[in-house]
C-alpha cells in the first residue's frame, strides 16, 4: 500500500462538527483554492484502484486536482474521497501523512465534501474491522459488519435500493432506482446520528446508505458504478445549482436485484491485437473488440463486465500492456463495475493500479486452497490472500472450473457428492465435481464444493462457478453444481456457463442462492439480447435492475 512521506500535520481542531447554522463563523486561515469552477480536489491516498472515479469525474467535464499534502485538502473547494480497502489501514495512511486532521479541519468549515465507501465509513466514531479502530469522528457510531451467522450472504455485492429518508440535492432523481454496493461493513442508524441520515437501505437489517449536512455528504454505494444514475447523483455534486437530471425508470426498485453480467473472453490475435473470443470447450472464434463490446454491453443494461484474458493462464495479464489498455479506455465508457481475469497474481501493474473493480483468480486459488486443506494452516502468502487482505475480500473473486465425474454411490469417492437431475451416460446417478486449472486442461483432486469452502475461509468474496460440461451447450446452468455451491457458502456466486435463452436465467435464480448469472456467447453473438433477459425476469417475479 502506497503511503504519503515527508508530510507534516496541521494543527486542527479535531472535535465533532457543528450543525451547519452554528458553523457559518468559522475560521477560514488556510489558503484557499483557485476557486476554478471545472476542477475537483480528489484524494487518492494509494490504497486501491479509484480510475473510475476519476474516469466518471472526466465524464461529466470536471478536472482533477489531487492532493499531496495536507494543505491540498484545506485550499480545496470540493473535495471527492472515495475510499478504499480496510478500515484500519486507510486510518493509517491519513494519520500518519497528517491528513486526518486537515479532513477533520476541512469538515468543520462545513467545505464541500463527499466520501464514497469507505469514504463514507471513516467519518464515524470506530470500526470493528481487524479493531475496534478510531476513525474520524465526525458522525456518531461505530461501523460493523453484516451478520452471516443467519444465512445472511456477506459482502453485500450488487444493486440495491435506497429508501431517501431526506430531501437533498445529492440524492434528488435517485429515488426509485438500484445504485451499487460492494461491502462487507456498514453503519447502523441510531438516535445520535439521525440528523445526519438522508437515506438507508435494507440488506438484512436497515444501514446507513448515505448522509448529509450542510456541505457534507457521503454514500456507501458506488455513484460511478451505477450507471447513468449514479453519474447523475455525482453531477449533483459536481454542479450543486444544475437543475440534474431524471433517469427513467419503469420499474420502482424495492431490494437487492439479481445482476446480469456479460463475459467477454480476450485473446491475441495473430497481429498481436487483443480480440474477444468464444470458446464452445475452449475452441475460439472472433467475435469483435473488447472495448466496444463492453461499451455496448453497459449500454443495454449489463449490472457487470467481465474480461477473461484466456491466453493469460501462464503469463499475468495486468503485465500485459494491451490488456491493461483495454482496461484503461472501458472503464472511460463503461460505468458498472469491471473484473479481469486469467493468470491473476496480483491486483496492481506497475504503477500500482489495474483499472479493474474486482479481480478473479483461478489457478492459483485451487493451488493455494490444496495447500490450506493439507495443512489446516493459512499462510497468507497465497494471492487470493495478499490481495484479499490489502483491498478487501469484496475485491476477490475465485473462478471454479469443474467437470461433472459420475459415480454410482457416493461413498466410491472422498468428496462432496450431488444426486444428479439427470442420470450420468451409464446410468449413475450421482456426481461429484472435480476442478480444473489452466483454463480446464489440467484435472485437479479437489471438488467444487471443497474448494469453495476452502477459498472463502481464505477470504474470497465472490465465486464465479463454471461448468466446463455445459459450456457453450446453450441448455442451461448447471442446477445442480449451482445449487450445491451456493447453499456452501455465505458469499455471493456467479453462475456461469450453458445459458441458450432468458428461461435459463429466471431458473437459475428460482430454483439457488445464485446472486447473480453471467454469459458470453449469446450476447456476443445477438442471439439474446440482454434487455431480454431482464424483461423476462421482471415478467417471472425475479428483481433486476432495469
Known sequence: MATATSIHAVPCSAGRPKRRSQRRGASTVAVRASGDASTVTLLDYGAGNVRSVRNAIRHLGFGIRDVRSPEDILAADRLVFPGVGAFGSAMDVLTRSGMADALREYIRRDRPFLGICLGLQLLFDSSEENGPISGLGVVPGVVRRFD?????????????????????????GAEGHHVYFVHSYHALPSDENKEWISSVCNYGESF????????IQAVQFHPEKSGATGLSILKNFLSPNSSGSKVPSRRKASNLAKRVIACLDVRSNDSGDLVVTKGDQYDVRNLGKPVDLASQYYIDGADEVSFLNITGFRDFPLGDLPMLEVLRCASEKVFVPLTVGGGIRDFTDANGRSGADKISIGSDAVFAAEAYLQTGVKTGKS????????????????????????????????????KMSNKGPLGEEYAWYQCTVSGGR???????????????????????????????????????LVKMVSDAVTIPVIASSGAGAVEHFSEVFEKT??????????????EVPISAVKEHLVDAGVEVRV
Request: aromatic residues 6%; negative net charge; glycine residues 10%.
Open 208 to 215: 446507513i446508505s448515505s448522509i448529509s449536512m450542510g456541505n
Open 383 to 418: 494471492s487470493l490472500e495478499q490481495i484479499s487482505r490489502v483491498y478487501g475480500n469484496q475485491a476477490v473473486v475465485v473462478s471454479i472450473d469443474p467437470r461433472r465425474v459420475y459415480v454410482k454411490n457416493p461413498e466410491e469417492v472422498q468428496f462432496k457428492t450431488v
Open 442 to 480: 489440467d484435472s485437479r483432486p479437489i471438488g467444487a464444493y471443497e474448494l469453495a469452502k476452502a477459498v472463502e475461509e481464505l477470504g474470497a468474496g465472490e465465486i464465479l462457478l463454471n461448468c466446463i460440461d455445459c459450456d457453450g451447450q446453450g441448455c442451461g446452468f448447471d442446477i445442480d
Open 148 to 172: 452471516s451467522s443467519k444465512g445472511l450472504i456477506v459482502p453485500h455485492i450488487g444493486w440495491n435500493a435506497l429508501e431517501i429518508t431526506k430531501d437533498t440535492q445529492l440524492l434528488k
Open 513 to 526: 442462492n445464485a446472486s447473480a448469472a453471467l454469459a458470453a456467447g449469446i450476447f456476443h453473438r445477438k
